[in-house]
């Protein structure tokens, strides 16, 4: 699932979900959905409207932190195991 930082450039930029629902002219119910993360597959000319309303492009809207993240999973793989004591 995507997420966006929507919540995080609006306050950045002093607006309130209201008021970036007026700037961008999106309901505030999707506003406030995206603005809680509870959307999953956004239409692009909302994601549009919102950038603009936010002075940003649509990558700069995307959250990447994790996305791309390997995480450790503790799983040993046979023979990539060092071993002490030779």
């Not at 919540?7 to 209201?18: N, Q």
């Amino acid at each position: 699932m995507a997420r966006f930082r929507v919540k995080e450039l609006a306050k950045a930029r002093g607006l309130t979900s209201e008021e970036l629902a007026l700037k961008s002219g999106i309901k505030i119910s999707t506003v406030r959905n995206l603005w809680q993360n509870r959307v999953n597959d956004p239409n692009y000319s909302t994601l549009s409207a919102i950038a603009s309303a936010l002075e940003v492009t649509i990558e700069e809207l995307e959250d990447k932190s994790g996305r791309d993240e390997v995480k450790s999973t503790g799983i040993r793989m046979p023979g990539l195991v060092a071993t002490s004591g030779n």
